[in-house]
């Protein structure tokens, strides 16, 4: 039995947990693309790194066609961190951003140093939160990490989030060092560390992130990442793939896979498991202000941007490898303003995604929760974002799942009026089909 053949009305405490993180979701700006709604972020992903201690085949940076690394620097500069700080900081004063989330990367970002990682906090804590919020987390693939890293990483606050790929056989297999040995073991020890830091209160959660294997069923995920590990927080991240990179084999197993861990979290009723995708895709079925949430959090990914180790400023870091308009913009973040990067051909492109949708998306009941799917898995070289996602079909099958269990809390109406609501605020902001 498929997730979408589950009718799961008897799970009180995970929905009850759901329906209070939602409640906790309730602003205007350039930057926007669909009418403020609520309280917005934007999402930076920071190269602190262009080098790596493992060789993880999928990855697009060192393994695949985004060969931009071997021009720049191993090493974001002390100088181009605060000229990034700065860019940020009067960027949130320029555009009226209220919050600004970095996620530290690479590459493998603690390869930077733990002295020179706590300055880079410090100079974005500096630069930025005169005018925003700050959110920091480090994205790692945890072989580096010790009980020194993790309580540097607390005196900064900066969360920690962590990449595991499932059991030894797995991981090993998908993300091995450069000479070739696993790293499983290592990044479990590491997951235990923090685990343990966290019942002593040295940080208050960690996350980690999965990349679905093709080799890998969604159960088989659930069960030793979150029963075995005993991770509670997590997310599935989907395969990069495109038009013109398009199979149809990844596609249809990613759908099978997220269709076994719905059934797995919704089945286990544990309201501690937090998988953020599901999460996202929960709230505006809940409440008015889960369905602001779920706009807001669609268009805050396509407006999301990378600075690279050189100071260059790039859409979200997805974009980047799939074609060299969107690695090599011309901004720089010594030179340029936010601003000027929010009006450029480039992003006006990206923008157009969301206020062009194909006659599909616009016409599709999902619209509202999907907005078209992420700009990413929209890409073709002949009709650059104006298409479907590849995964529609995941996203239909997730959301479809997801009605069917809250019809036993919620009324038809009620449900649909909630997706009516949502679709009709995107649909406002496109542009008229033709």
């Known amino acids: 039995m498929t997730a979408g053949d589950q009718l799961t009305s008897d799970n009180p405490i995970l929905f009850a947990r759901i329906r209070r993180s939602a409640s906790r979701w309730g602003g205007d700006n350039m930057r926007l693309i669909t009418p403020r709604v609520a309280d917005r972020q934007l999402f930076v992903?920071?190269?602190?790194?262009?080098?790596?201690?493992?060789?993880?085949?999928?990855?697009?940076?060192?393994?695949q066609n985004d060969d931009s690394y071997l021009?720049?620097?191993?090493?974001?500069?002390?100088?181009?961190?605060?000229?990034?700080?700065?860019?940020?900081?009067?960027?949130?004063?320029?555009?009226?951003?209220?919050?600004?989330?970095?996620?530290?990367?690479g590459g493998e970002p603690l390869m930077l140093g733990?002295?020179?990682?706590?300055?880079?906090?410090?100079?974005?804590?500096?630069?930025?939160?005169?005018?925003?919020?700050?959110?920091?987390?480090?994205?790692?693939?945890?072989?580096?990490?010790?009980?020194?890293?993790v309580e540097l990483l607390a005196?900064?606050?900066?969360?920690?989030?962590?990449?595991?790929?499932?059991?030894?056989?797995?991981?090993?297999?998908a993300r091995p060092d450069k000479s070739g040995k696993g790293s499983y073991k290592r990044v479990v020890n590491a997951i235990r560390l923090l685990k343990e830091c966290v019942e002593d209160g040295t940080i208050p959660s960690f996350g980690v992130l999965s990349v679905i294997d093709p080799n890998m069923s969604g159960k088989e995920a659930?069960?030793?990442?979150?029963?075995?590990?005993?991770?509670?927080?997590?997310?599935?991240?989907?395969?990069?793939?495109?038009?013109?990179?398009?199979?149809?084999?990844?596609v249809r197993h990613v759908k099978e896979f997220y269709n076994e861990v719905i059934e797995q979290w919704l089945s286990a009723d544990n309201p501690n498991i937090m998988i953020r995708t599901l999460h996202s895709m929960f709230r505006p079925f809940l409440h008015e202000a889960g369905v602001e949430a779920r706009i807001n959090y669609i268009t805050d990914l396509m407006e999301g941007i990378s600075i690279r180790s050189n100071g260059d400023v790039c859409p979200d870091d997805a974009l980047p490898p799939i074609a060299q308009q969107f690695r090599y913009t011309g901004f720089n973040v010594q030179r340029d303003t936010l601003r000027d990067f929010?009006?450029?051909?480039?992003?006006?492109?990206?923008?157009?995604?969301?206020?062009?949708?194909?006659?599909?998306?616009?016409?599709?009941?999902?619209?509202?929760?999907?907005?078209?799917?992420?700009?990413?898995?929209?890409?073709?070289?002949?009709?650059?974002f104006h298409n479907k996602s590849i995964y529609c079909e995941l996203y239909k099958s997730l959301f479809?799942?997801?009605?069917?269990?809250?019809?036993?809390?919620?009324?038809?109406?009620?449900?649909?009026?909630?997706?009516?609501?949502?679709?009709?605020?995107?649909?406002?902001?496109?542009v008229p089909s033709n």
């Open 45 to 63: 992903g920071a190269k602190l790194a262009e080098v790596c201690n493992l060789a993880c085949g999928y990855c697009y940076f060192f393994e």
């Open 71 to 105: 021009s720049a620097p191993p090493f974001m500069s002390s100088e181009i961190i605060r000229a990034a700080a700065h860019f940020l900081g009067n960027g949130a004063r320029d555009v009226g951003i209220r919050t600004i989330s970095i996620a530290l990367h």
């Open 114 to 149: 733990k002295k020179r990682f706590v300055e880079c906090c410090k100079a974005f804590r500096e630069g930025i939160e005169p005018y925003a919020t700050l959110n920091l987390i480090v994205q790692t693939n945890g072989v580096l990490l010790d009980r020194e890293w």
């Open 155 to 173: 005196s900064v606050r900066c969360r920690i989030g962590v990449s595991i790929d499932g059991p030894q056989r797995i991981h090993d297999t």
């Open 222 to 250: 659930y069960e030793h990442l979150i029963s075995e590990l005993g991770i509670t927080r997590i997310d599935f991240q989907l395969p990069l793939l495109h038009w013109d990179t398009y199979d149809a084999v990844t």
């Open 342 to 384: 929010y009006i450029s051909p480039v992003w006006n492109d990206i923008r157009s995604a969301l206020l062009d949708p194909p006659k599909e998306c616009r016409n599709c009941e999902w619209f509202g929760l999907c907005g078209g799917g992420a700009v990413e898995n929209r890409y073709s070289f002949a009709n650059q």
């Open 400 to 430: 479809g799942t997801i009605r069917e269990y809250m019809r036993g809390y919620i009324s038809d109406e009620v449900i649909q009026s909630r997706l009516e609501s949502a679709s009709q605020t995107l649909r406002s902001s496109c």
